[in-house]
């Protein structure tokens, strides 16, 4: 058999795989058309969309694949199917940390799925009021770096916000050099968040030591004032780049290869066990000798695994302080529950933000 035989059979193949998939997706998409039907005359439709079953739906994808395809790329083409499949029974509206282009946005995305409607907010805490107010079904906002650590302004809305976390987002950030200007030497200035201005600092100083830095209030913004000012470069991602048509002169400047952005998806609603969660609370304790080895006994008793604390200044008294703690496992698993029971009686007060499913890749 000739060569051009065999790529004519494999192409006709193809051919016939992808009519097959495209009836399959069709008949997910009906049965999810149906689901909406039998939702909405049963209950309220604000529950279309269950981050818990969906988080289960992707881990079980990702464990089955095979290849050729990574995980990853393959948890990603289904989670668009999902997105639009569940647009069709009724389209979600995503608050996220704003302009168009940022970080946050891409996070927005990844978790949701295209088939969504977002909406660009100023600031992390007009995320929190749109979502608290239902103008915005969920929002996304950052909470941690992997190389400049937490934001704080996100956990300190926490404290007086009644929303819940819903869900968790792990995004791999790569910083890219953005200018209308190819040759590094007639840059005099570089604009971005001062997050980023940071997780670039080592390659800023080798590279662009006289241009000045200057913070602004986001990535994107930097992106679309370049080709307003000569001489200007801006840190910012290929989605920035596209969308106000600068161009990527040096790609991956971060200082960081493996640099992290850990970002939280916030609700009205609680979440419920999807099999491998998370649980995030904030803990006040009195101000004596032990408090701190009060709180966490309960904890490790229990054998829970404590991803991260953070102490907060708690705004109530001078140097009064919170706690800010994650652990593995859903609030209403029998060790979370002992742990969070304990807790309540040692501690001033604990509030639990949400349990929620881990990041799926």
């Given amino acids: 058999m000739s060569s051009d035989s065999k790529l004519d059979g494999l192409r006709d193949r193809i051919d016939d795989l992808d009519e097959q998939i495209q009836d399959l997706i069709n008949e997910r998409a009906s049965c999810a058309k149906a689901i909406a039907e039998v939702k909405s005359a049963t209950q309220d439709s604000s529950d279309f969309y269950r981050p818990e079953r969906e988080a289960a739906v992707l881990r079980r994808i ?16 289904f989670r668009e199917i999902m997105s639009a499949c ?16 940022t970080f946050t946005q891409a996070a927005a995305l990844k978790h949701f799925g295209h088939s969504v409607q ?61 200018a209308t200007e190819p040759d590094l030497g007639k840059i005099t200035r570089v604009l971005a968040h001062q997050q980023a201005l940071a997780q670039c600092r080592g390659w800023l100083d080798i590279n662009l030591p006289h241009a000045e830095r200057m913070p602004v209030s986001s990535n994107a913004e930097a992106a679309r004032t370049v080709p307003e000012v000569p001489g200007t470069a801006a840190i910012a991602s290929d989605m920035a780049a596209e969308l106000y048509g600068v161009d990527v002169v ?11 952005t850990r970002f939280l998806v916030i609700g009205n609603r609680s979440v419920e066990i999807s099999g491998n969660d998370k649980t995030s609370i904030l803990v006040s304790v009195h101000n004596k000798p032990g408090a701190l080895y009060d709180m966490l006994e309960p904890i490790a008793q229990n054998n829970i ?6 102490s907060r200044p708690s705004r109530q008294g001078v140097w009064d302080y919170i706690f800010y703690i994650d652990m593995q496992g859903h609030r209403d698993d029998a060790p979370v529950a002992a742990a969070l029971d304990e807790l309540q ?13 881990r990041a799926v890749l």
């Fill in 86 to 101: 569940l647009a069709l029974e009724k389209p979600l509206n995503i608050a996220f940390l704003g302009p168009e282009g």
């Fill in 305 to 310: 695994s404590m991803t991260r604390i953070e």
């Fill in 345 to 357: 009686a040692r501690t001033f007060a604990v509030k639990v933000l949400g349990s929620y499913p």
């Fill in 62 to 77: 990702s464990e089955r694949n095979a290849g050729p395809l990574p995980a990853e790329e393959v948890v990603r083409l």
């Fill in 118 to 178: 977002t909406l660009a907010l100023d600031g992390i805490d007009d995320v929190f009021r749109e979502v608290e107010a239902g103008s915005a079904d969920y929002g996304v906002v950052p909470v941690e770096n992997s190389t400049e650590g937490v934001v704080s302004h996100t956990l300190d809305l926490f404290q007086r916000s009644p929303l819940n976390i819903c869900g968790e987002v792990e995004q791999r950030i790569h910083h890219h050099l953005l």
């Fill in 250 to 260: 040096v790609r991956n400047i971060e200082d960081e290869p493996d640099n992290t």
